[in-house]
């Protein structure tokens, strides 16, 4: 078993325009992104974390350099911590871009795996290769602690149905799915199945 806490990348400048930024256009860090990566930095310090992991996309790059640089330890960047792949959603900003955004979304969360963004990818695709990537990293680093810099909607529509519990209280409104920037998910990884203990946790990030 591994220990995975998942870090949302800080603030980038794409949440601030409200702009798709999954991977034709990439975005960095504001530095309110910087300061969030920098606490989370500082909450994981002492955790005795092995490894960062990142997403390719430039805002979770720059969050894990912060991050591995406080614990001194590596960082190595694996495709499929990626964000959901929008397609052709990607570089727009207009209301009915983030209308249909939402829709689609709103498909994944109920479980349609055939649920597909256009030029993009589907939800079964989506939770395939991040589950899949999740046990790999547990494989690689059984006994040990890792951090995974990814993305909030990834996380959102794929960890709550690894983790029973987790899903029965985001499904009855008890917890939220979406999650703050710098949030951190806390997973216990193993071949028969992943916990979580704590879901989006904000504690260290202040103003």
């Known amino acids: 078993m591994a220990t995975i806490y998942l870090v949302r990348h800080g ?3 794409a949440n601030v325009e409200r702009v798709f930024s999954n991977g034709r256009v990439d975005l960095p860090l504001t530095d309110l992104g910087y300061r969030q990566a920098g606490q989370a930095a500082a909450w994981l310090d002492g955790r005795n974390v092995r490894r960062v992991y990142a997403s390719p996309l430039l805002r979770a790059r720059q969050t894990a350099a912060v991050i591995a640089e406080r614990l001194d330890v590596p960082v190595e960047v694996l495709v499929d ?17 983030w209308t249909l955004h939402d829709t689609v979304l709103g498909r994944w969360r109920a479980g349609d795996r055939a649920a597909r963004f256009p030029g993009g990818e589907s939800y079964g695709e989506a939770y395939d290769r991040f589950s899949k990537m999740l046990q790999q990293i547990a494989v690689r680093h059984a006994g040990e602690a890792v951090v995974a810099v990814t993305h909030g909607a990834i996380v959102g ?22 999650l703050q920037n710098a949030a951190i998910t806390t997973l216990e990884v193993a071949a028969d199945g992943v916990s979580c203990s704590a879901w989006g946790y904000v504690g260290h990030v202040g103003k």
């Open 11 to 13: 603030q980038s400048q």
């Open 81 to 97: 911590l990626d964000e959901i792949r929008v397609g052709d959603l990607d570089g727009r900003r207009d209301g009915r871009s």
């Open 157 to 178: 529509t794929v960890v709550p149905r690894l983790c029973p519990t987790l899903w029965e209280d985001v499904s009855q409104g008890k917890l939220h799915w979406s």
